[in-house]
């Protein structure tokens, strides 16, 4: 059994913010399982790296024995865009929340563990919430304080309209946490002003405050933007294991640290280790990259698969010397035809020949290899959010499709 | 039967605003009866005239035929001070607002037609609303228009909180017209705000946009200030016939003109005449008022009572040559005592005698008038709202108690 100061030091790693460090100090001197919250959209979900940042979070709680809550926000979610501007929001039905909610479990329980995780629908107390109740947790808090919210501040300075049931959220999701009496609620740091309101709502209804976690935005894989899928730089966490692998080595040597704290279980003292290793040139980058690499697919696949992954990643990459620093460059539009890629126009494209008769030329001479397997066709499989890596000679380019 | 412009200027007699007048001028073309709605407080009622204004005006709608809907807000009063901080505002139970709602009955049914009136209660529709309706709702209407609301506005200014639930207090009243499907809402001035966005929402909700009407607040005795029970300047309607004649005859013969027109159905052209009368020196403004006053008396009491009241006016004022500027003082508060007055403290501390043992010799004497009648006695019925006249010989001094 790990003492306070061991649990804290885990909980900790990686966290943006923790109020009150003091607080939960105190609760896990109490011995007992804290009731720990985390709030989900009830939208379809598909999971990149960026959102386990809190999942493992989460995960660290259960591994000290913690009770945690998976929470739906069904009750505000189900009702689309209420001012019926906004068409691509419709409502969603109990249907579609339900199959959401089924393949939130299939992709959480690959961290969480689904012993250790009670699923909930915010739905089961909102619903039961007659007007009298509505009034009486919205007289616990006054427009101003929710006006201090960034994003609220910052459009009621511009005179952006904000409607009125938009302020009703964070006192629901406030109300989540009584209803649930969480001991601690974990979110984003964009959260961070909702988990609070939260503080002071459990309070009013004669709760002690939960302690408020939040989990920093991870980077994407280029090191600068927040991991997202419009932006192209993300792994999906059900993409295939040599994909993920392949991904994930294409981080910088300094981004890798990052990815060490927040996608791993390894504690910061471990991480300070490796990274002295490296820096006193014990161990190669890559080398730990790859250990990293392969931590994280076997999370999401298994060890097993995590390992071929690594061996096929040397044979395609390592072995056909790809250069250490490789041109990214983004597919261009024009190439996509019918859920494949014109590999003739891309290689013209992107410079890798002359022009598409060259290109083709180069295709049926064997000199052009895709993702390390010479390519004789004119066309190749379409794969939305990978990369390829082309080489055509000693010309090398790695493309975001 | 009126014609539209005969209908439109019988009820805009004494209004202080009408939003808008053409579209009310296109409902009443419609020749249908239209849905009035007015709303009142579920608390206590003991109302004055000044609360009648509003009745009258729901009576002359029903005068045209129209259909009046007498709507007690119980669905947010039976909540009370939802923060918890102002004791003196419990929430009400059932009983207690059906025993108010008695109460109103036996008052406003002394203006409103019984026949022609709905008494409703909105807790039937705001109780059914669900969080999910609550948030269609409030997503209506935004933040910085409700912050438009003068009293909000100035609030919002000065820093002094204002608890969510209050903003939705005018969203809830403005759902009141969309469940009565009301064609005009009336109210005083101070309501016109909370009128105007139940416009809006109708208009959200499919319907055409309730047309507003707006009464004054009534000036109180005194002619200064809004009739008001604290202020000690009104007339309460279940006061006795006598006591509400002898005050009605104490106003200024200018605020007299203002009293004809917002406390009796006089037409406007009526009362025009009345005054030229009084100004071209036909009639004396004291018969007039007595008239005003045997009007108004009738209106609570009966026919016949207000004759009494006026005859029995006569007899004690008249006829006792009451100065036409009678000094009102307020009652000195060391005079009462367990339900009484001490006259002999009395007299001495408002003038009419030099000490108390002055006074208890011209009590004694015989030479104390009150109300018309000789008080032969050092102790006086204490009966808080209403006037003393009193007579000392040829001193007088008008006593609000």
């Given amino acids: 059994v790990l003492s306070v100061d061991e649990q804290l030091r885990y909980l900790k790693k990686g966290l943006a913010e923790l109020i009150r460090e003091e607080e939960l100090r105190e609760r896990l001197a109490e011995g007992r399982p804290l009731r720990v919250k985390a709030g989900f959209d009830p939208t379809a979900p598909d999971l990149h790296l960026g959102h386990t940042v809190l999942l493992r979070k989460m995960k660290h709680f259960q591994d000290l024995g913690h009770h945690v809550i998976f929470l739906i926000g069904d009750g505000t979610g189900r009702i689309?865009?209420?001012?019926?501007?906004?068409?691509?929001?419709?409502?969603?039905?109990?249907?579609?929340?339900?199959?959401?909610?089924?393949?939130?479990?299939?992709?959480?329980?690959?961290?969480?563990?689904?012993?250790?995780?009670?699923?909930?629908?915010?739905?089961?107390?909102?619903?039961?919430?007659?007007?009298?109740?509505?009034?009486?947790?919205?007289?616990?808090?006054?427009?101003?304080?929710?006006?201090?919210?960034?994003?609220?501040?910052?459009?009621?300075?511009?005179?952006?309209?904000?409607?009125?049931?938009?302020?009703?959220?964070?006192?629901?999701?406030?109300?989540?946490?009584?209803?649930?009496?969480a001991d601690v609620e974990l979110g984003g740091t964009d959260q961070k002003f909702n988990l609070l309101v939260g503080r002071e709502i459990q309070k009013d209804y004669g709760q002690p405050p939960q302690i408020v976690a939040t989990t920093p935005l991870l980077e994407g894989l280029d090191g600068v933007q927040k991991m997202s899928k419009s932006l192209g730089n993300y792994v999906g966490i059900t993409e295939p294991a040599e994909q993920m692998f392949a991904k994930l080595m294409s981080i910088s040597d300094e981004l890798m640290w990052r990815y060490w704290e927040l996608l791993t279980d390894r504690s910061l003292e471990e991480i300070q280790a490796l990274r002295a290793q490296v820096e006193r040139g014990e161990r190669h980058p890559m080398e730990v990259k790859m250990e990293l690499a392969r931590a994280i697919v076997a999370d999401f696949?298994?060890?097993?698969?995590?390992?071929?992954?690594?061996?096929?990643?040397?044979?395609?990459v390592r072995r056909g010397e790809v250069p250490a620093e490789l041109e990214t460059v983004a597919l261009p539009p024009d190439v996509r035809a019918g859920g494949e890629l014109r590999v003739d126009k891309l290689l013209a494209r992107v410079g890798l020949a002359e022009s598409v008769s060259d290109a083709v030329r180069k295709i049926k001479a064997g000199a052009v290899e895709i993702n390390g397997e010479r390519c004789a066709d004119l066309r190749y499989p379409d794969s939305a959010g990978t990369y390829l890596i082309i080489r055509v000679g000693r010309k090398w380019k790695r493309v975001a499709c």
């Fill in 80 to 181: 689309g865009d209420p001012t019926g501007r906004n068409a691509t929001r419709p409502p969603m039905s109990r249907e579609e929340i339900e199959r959401n909610a089924e393949t939130y479990r299939q992709q959480v329980f690959k961290i969480l563990d689904p012993q250790k995780t009670e699923i909930r629908f915010n739905s089961q107390w909102l619903d039961a919430l007659s007007f009298e109740d509505m009034i009486r947790l919205c007289a616990r808090y006054t427009v101003a304080r929710l006006l201090e919210r960034d994003d609220f501040a910052k459009r009621f300075r511009e005179g952006t309209p904000i409607s009125v049931h938009e302020l009703l959220y964070p006192l629901a999701q406030a109300y989540d946490s009584v209803a649930l009496r």
């Fill in 301 to 316: 696949h298994s060890r097993e698969e995590a390992e071929r992954a690594a061996e096929e990643f040397n044979r395609v």
